[in-house]
């Protein structure tokens, strides 16, 4: 189920940007953690206190969706993307782009579905933390 989350780097850097909707998951001490993880836990740390948390090294983890959904609604700076089935002799590659002010940009082709959207979800960070 990790695999629905955004990796750790990437929950930090949208912490770093202002991300603090409702999540699923979360990065702790401990590693990746679900609600159901919160009983194993020695410390009873839950997501709600990672949320609150001023330890710069637990963040929430969203899912992907999340994450994408959240740059669409980013409130200063929209940034529309998608991922589509690249069509070449090569199979199941797939591209994945932005939109922005107008522009549609390819961000790049990946062998894998997954592997295009963590680039995609990396490029909107970067995109969003080089704002002017």
Known sequence: MEKEFVPYTESLELKQLGFDEP???AWAEHGFMTPNDVSTLQDDVTIEDIKNTQDENMCLSP???QAFRWFRE????PI??????YLSDKPRQHEAFYWRRGETISIGIFSTYEEAELACLRKLINLVKQKP
């Open 23 to 25: 999540c699923l998951g």
């Open 63 to 65: 899912l992907y969706q």
């Open 74 to 77: 980013y409130q200063d700076w």
């Open 80 to 85: 529309e993307s998608w991922i589509q089935p």
